[in-house]
């Protein structure tokens, strides 16, 4: 099972936007609406941020959302703040009963 | 609180085996399914395998499948993950994960979001 797909790094500066997305295939985001989003904040462990696609467990913050079209999911961070700076990731659910995780995506606060 | 707290890491040679355990606290252990998820130095999240929570099913990689085994005893709120034939590719931090399933999805079975997570341990694989 191949990783899924993300950029390495993206920016913003504080108040803007940005979105990270997260490419599968047929076998996984497309197939699945089990697609999640993690941010790993250095040298800590992963915590939740959406799943379900767009849902956010209680507590995170609504400056966070998810989408997705088709074999792509999106994770977009509005309202950019200094605390944002981390490493995230997706992941997905796919037809081998396991599960799949992207690349991780940098994610830098001008 | 919701705790996971893992140990058993350590340096261990190509080819030998190691057992990892994970103690739970703060939730009915037995009522859910968990995970674990690996990082390489310098790596992305990597899912290992994942059980469920009466222990009947289990789910790997396919980087560990026939190497690496998942089980828990229910009786002392305790995940395990026993590796073998282990491979310098195998060195990371080993992370246990309580799994939380999709939206009106029961908790027993489901493994496709991990929603706590434990600090993590470390294992070197090497010479």
């Known amino acids: 099972q191949s990783a899924l797909t993300q950029p390495a790094s993206v920016s913003g500066s504080p108040g803007q936007s940005i979105t990270i997305s997260c490419t599968g295939t047929s076998s996984d985001v497309g197939r699945y609406n089990f697609v999640s989003w993690y941010q790993q904040p250095p040298g800590k462990a992963p915590k939740l941020l959406i799943y379900?696609?767009?849902h956010r467990p209680s507590g995170v913050s609504n400056r966070f959302s998810g989408s997705k079209s088709g074999n792509t999911a999106s994770l977009t961070v509005s309202g950019l703040q200094p605390e944002d700076e981390a490493d995230y990731y997706c992941?997905?659910?796919?037809?081998?009963?396991?599960?799949?995780f992207g690349g991780g995506t940098k994610l830098t606060v001008l | 609180e919701v705790q996971l707290v893992g140990s058993g890491g350590g340096l261990v040679e190509p080819g030998g085996s190691l057992r990892l355990s994970c103690a739970a606290s703060?939730?009915?252990?037995?009522?859910?399914?968990m995970t674990w998820v690996r990082q390489a130095p310098g790596r992305g999240l990597e899912w290992v395998s994942a059980i469920v929570g009466t222990g009947t099913n289990t789910y790997y990689a396919d980087s560990v499948k026939g190497r690496f085994t998942i089980s828990r005893d229910n009786s002392k709120n305790t995940l395990y993950l026993h590796m073998s034939s282990l491979r310098a590719e195998d060195t990371a931090v080993y992370y246990c994960?309580?799994?939380?399933?999709?939206?009106?999805?029961?908790?027993?079975?489901?493994?496709?979001?991990?929603?706590?997570w434990g600090k993590g341990t470390t294992v070197t694989v090497s010479s």
């Open positions: 703060g939730f009915t252990f037995s009522t859910h399914a």
């Open positions: 992941s997905s659910y796919t037809s081998s009963i396991t599960l799949v």
């Open positions: 379900d696609v767009s």
């Open positions: 994960a309580k799994a939380s399933p999709p939206e009106g999805y029961s908790t027993y079975y489901y493994y496709y979001y991990m929603d706590v």
